[in-house]
């Protein structure tokens, strides 16, 4: 059920949606699996209601996985890749420049290159060649003598660069996870698990997941025709951590097989098996801490995004090829000084944005938060869409123009899936694609006008602006004493947490604000009291609320628990999500 919750004008206002409760199940879960009720009630607002369902998510494994042969033309492709191998042709990865796509690139590179020694990868420039297939590139890869294109986290949309490939000798295979239209290109094999005729269970896997099943069923079959023998036979296992990265890379939900694959993958980077990925985590200054999905998110993966963003992918793909140390830290160093220019140019971006809405426009009136410039680097756009998305809870896309031709980046929020919305809009793009939260276009400059009114009344179609209030899912409802070790001890099970697997949100009634101060950067410390006792709270970027907090304010407080590490001291800390105010 829904709770809006109105607070004071001075602090934030969200929809409070609490999960139904069933007592006696929260009760059979809690003695069944020997978990605290609290935990029990986290399960049943992620709808897992029985003990199997309950164990496959506290205890993933890769014995869960799906039978990657459910996924159609996956025997084609298998097919015809060890034909490759066996008469040794040219073959090339031809992969995306984000996270998801290098890393489907290194995995696929990993497993193929003791076997195919002629084997190369290829990665279009954001800016002079767009995303995915295009006819320069293929004509190169003809004059390399290339038979084979692997496409992965890309290819789906390829109709006539596929056809053109196939007109110069080249085969191709997709491995994409994208939106399938309705008419799929002429490859020797489609394998995406949104197509209709494919009947693999899950469809939610990011492009490097695809990759991995892919790479189970080629392994699986040389080995039936007995290729691996004389050959050392390769443990996929020890890929998990470039699939867990490409996986939350993309913001893929981290459910079903996209959970086990994290799970496993984080404990592989934390372990430091990988050279790439332990210089990495030097530069980040996160070496010697575990690697959970937050760490991934903001550590990570930027550095591995900001190669295909401001610098050249091919640097991440070394980086992640690498078993060289040396080479990986010098490559580490070269990302991470990508990623403070990613960073730089975000801001200025961000900062010019905000200062026309401020003077030109109430952004709350609106549906859709559509924004163009010819000064902006289409490689961070998509991260600066995201951000108004986050302050605004609006769907936007901010556009790059070059020479009369713009190219937007896309996010959306819960209650608009933006890739059905961009169909409906299609008569004026050039080109569009993408999923339910994200999406990509290509226009002609002098129809952005034409599409940000029609953007916006497809979304008044679905909700109207007043109704567009940010969600805060609320877990399960507790007293601030239930608040404890063995809680937050037991909440680790719960992890990775990303899309579809958030942090446990909580909620406790009726807690007085005993101190309230600003730290840090604009982040609000508070200490709360309630049930006889206290606790530590902090709200990140919301130090601006201070002045309407007085001591003994009585709220209802919105949170995520975890463990403050700070000078050898590990503290319970609140991580504030919302508060309602009781009004004077």
């Given amino acids: ?43 049943m607002s992620r709808n897992i209601l029985c003990i199997d369902d309950a164990k496959r998510y506290l205890f993933p494994s890769l014995n869960d996985l799906h039978n990657p042969f459910l996924m159609q033309d996956m025997k084609k492709a298998v097919h015809r890749v060890i034909q490759a191998i066996t008469k040794k042709e040219k073959v090339v990865v031809f992969g995306d420049y984000d996270a998801d796509g290098i890393t489907s690139t290194a995995v696929l590179l990993r497993f193929l290159r003791p076997l195919l020694p002629g084997i190369d990868y290829y990665i279009p420039d954001r800016i002079t060649e767009g995303y995915g297939l295009n006819h320069n590139a293929i004509d190169i890869l003809k004059r390399r003598g290339i038979g084979l294109i692997i496409t992965v986290d890309c290819g789906v949309s390829d109709q006539e660069e596929v056809q053109y490939a196939a007109s110069q000798g080249i085969d191709t295979i997709i491995l994409d996870h994208h939106e399938v239209p309705e008419e799929l290109p002429p490859a020797i094999a489609v394998i995406n698990p949104h197509r209709r005729d494919c009947s693999f269970p899950f469809k939610d896997l990011a492009g490097v997941g695809i990759a991995f099943n892919f790479l189970i069923c080629l392994r699986g079959q040389l080995r039936e025709s007995g290729f691996w023998d004389k050959r050392s036979y390769p443990n996929l296992k020890e890929y998990l ?38 210089a990495l985590k030097e530069i980040c200054g996160i070496e010697t801490q575990v690697v959970d999905s937050n760490r991934a998110s903001f550590c990570l993966i930027p550095r591995i995004n900001a190669a295909g963003r401001v610098g050249s992918p091919s640097e991440a793909v070394k980086l992640l090829l690498t078993d060289d140390l040396n080479e990986a830290r010098e490559l580490a160093r070269l990302l991470d000084g990508y990623n403070r220019k990613r960073q730089a140019m975000e801001k200025n971006i961000l900062d010019e944005i905000l ?39 609006r769907p936007a896309i901010l556009i790059s123009i070059r020479n009369g031709i713009g190219k937007g980046s896309g996010r959306s929020i819960l209650d608009f899936n933006i890739y059905q919305g961009l169909k409906k809009c299609d008569s004026l793009l050039l080109s569009y694609g993408g999923h339910q939260y994200a999406a990509g276009i290509s226009i002609r400059e002098e129809h952005i006008g ?17 109704n567009m209030i940010s969600q ?18 037991q909440m680790v099970m719960l992890a990775p947490f990303g899309s579809r697997n958030p942090e446990p949100i909580l909620c406790v009634r009726n807690v007085n604000v005993a101190a309230s101060n600003v730290v840090g950067n604009n982040h609000l410390r508070l200490r709360l009291h309630g049930d006889g006792v206290s606790c530590n709270g902090i709200w990140f970027s919301k130090g601006h609320f201070v002045h309407h907090l007085t001591t003994g304010t009585t709220s209802d407080i919105a949170f995520t628990p975890q463990f403050n590490h700070w000078n050898g001291i590990s503290e319970i800390q609140l991580k504030m999500r919302d508060m309602s105010v009781a009004e004077n």
């Fill in 241 to 278: 951590d470039l699939v867990a990265l490409g996986t939350i890379g993309d913001i893929s939900p981290l459910i079903d097989e996209n959970r086990v694959f994290t799970k496993i993958g984080l404990d592989i980077i934390t372990e430091e098996r990988r050279v790439g990925l332990k």
């Fill in 472 to 489: 805060t899912s609320i877990d399960a409802q507790c007293h601030l004493r239930d608040v404890n070790h063995d809680l937050l001890n």
């Fill in 355 to 393: 200062a026309e809405i401020a003077q030109t426009m109430d952004p709350l009136s609106r549906s859709a938060l559509v924004f163009a410039s010819s000064n902006w680097h289409p490689g961070v756009i998509g991260i600066v869409a995201a951000r108004l998305v986050d302050r605004f809870y």
């Fill in 1 to 43: 059920m829904y709770l809006k919750l109105r607070n004071k004008q001075s602090l934030p206002v969200t929809r409070w949606r609490f999960s139904l409760e069933k007592e006696d199940l929260t009760e059979h879960l809690a003695r069944e699996l020997g978990i605290l009720p609290i935990i029990s009630k986290i399960l």
């Fill in 450 to 466: 034409d599409f940000r009114q029609l953007l916006e009344e497809v979304i008044r179609e679905n909700i109207q602006p007043g």
